[in-house]
């Protein structure tokens, strides 16, 4: 073989190596920067990384979803950055960014940066829904929350009751780990109960009232079941503080609803007031055992700053528009009453014709 033939094979081996190597480096290069996550609409997307999960797993769940559209390119990315198939990645909720590559997401989950998630505590009332309400949001089983809170010694060590269980949680929205304890997150709302009753002189106006926190809270609950007109809430509440001072029974219905559990009924009856139970005040005196709901925080300040005048009952107005007839004698009540059974007989008659 020639000299030149020997000299044209070099050049073509050389070249050949050289532009297999560069394509190598192309590759290993795309697939470290330049291949993207996907997200819809261009907008933050989260992940979740559950106990004893690994890189396999993770991989299938963020193909299913669409966020990672080249599988083989995230798992060579997650081989190259010393995870192995089999690694447990850590637990936690990940925020993923439009146009983050697979080695910038795979940094951050290696690195366990987790992003804090937005937990929503509103209406509810019992315990049970907020147990599920919390697990649904924050990687907890609602069993290990219902045996926190409904064991009296952790809820004494954070200063509650299990029944004051809605004196402690005060709704609002949290920023907190998806991965929180159930005892971190409890400890976390007794700080956040502390520090609303220690703002706008909360404390001291619940002493002016004659009412502990538990009782405020109370309360408001019954308050804000009677009515949803906010204007109102705080003549409502000074009328039961006015029941409450001169030992007259509150007879709340919907203190009868929360004995009976049975969130459904429209009209109390006669027959349901006689169920014997300390929640119905139609048939003990004084505030419930604890909270029938969790109120809001505009209706426990309502009770706060609640109104002062001589009312001592109330009836539906007449015309269904949610408010109520305000009287300071049962006489002034009972015409009221009577014209609201009127308004009541004569809608539900019009309502059977049709």
Avoid at 18 to 26: D, E, K, M, P
């Amino acid at each position: 073989m020639s000299k030149k033939n020997n000299w044209k094979n070099f050049l073509i081996a050389f070249f050949s190596v050289t532009l297999i190597s560069l394509l190598s480096i192309f590759l290993v290069w795309h697939n470290i920067f330049a291949v993207k996550v996907h997200t819809l609409e261009e907008k933050e997307m989260r992940i979740y990384v559950n106990r004893d999960e690994n890189i396999a797993n993770l991989v299938t769940q963020l193909a299913t979803d669409s966020i990672v559209l080249k599988p083989k390119a995230f798992l060579w990315v997650s081989r190259a950055m010393g995870i192995k198939s089999t690694t447990i990645l850590p637990t936690g909720c990940y925020a993923v960014n439009p146009n983050m590559n697979y080695l910038q997401l795979m940094q951050r989950i290696k690195r366990g940066e987790q992003t804090p998630v937005r937990l929503t505590i509103n209406y509810m009332r019992l315990p049970e829904e907020f147990a599920s309400k919390v697990s649904k949001q924050l990687m907890m089983d609602s069993t290990e929350i219902m045996n926190f809170i409904t064991d009296e010694a952790k809820m004494a060590e954070l200063g509650y009751e299990p029944k004051h269980l809605f004196s402690l949680v005060i709704r609002n929205t949290y920023e907190v780990w998806w991965t929180v304890s159930v005892e971190k997150l409890m400890q976390r709302l007794k700080k956040e109960n502390d520090t609303f009753w220690n703002t706008n002189g909360r404390k001291d106006k619940a002493e002016r009232i004659g009412l502990t926190i538990p009782e405020v809270i109370t309360l408001a609950s019954i308050v804000e079941e009677e009515t949803n007109y906010q204007p109102e809430k705080s003549r409502v509440a000074g009328l039961y503080l006015n029941r409450l001072h001169k030992g007259i029974r509150l007879q709340s219905d919907p203190t009868v609803k929360y004995a009976l559990k049975d969130f459904t009924l429209n009209r109390i009856l006669f027959e349901h007031l006689k169920v014997d139970d300390p929640y119905n005040t139609y048939k003990y005196a004084g505030l419930p055992p604890g909270p029938i709901r969790l109120p809001s925080v505009a209706t426990i300040d309502a009770v706060l700053n609640a109104e002062k005048h001589n009312y001592i009952y109330m009836c539906a107005h007449p015309d269904f528009n949610g408010t109520h007839n305000f009287a300071v004698t049962l006489a002034e009540h009972n015409k009221n009453a009577a014209k609201y059974h009127v308004a009541l007989r004569k809608w539900l008659a019009e309502k059977k014709k049709k």
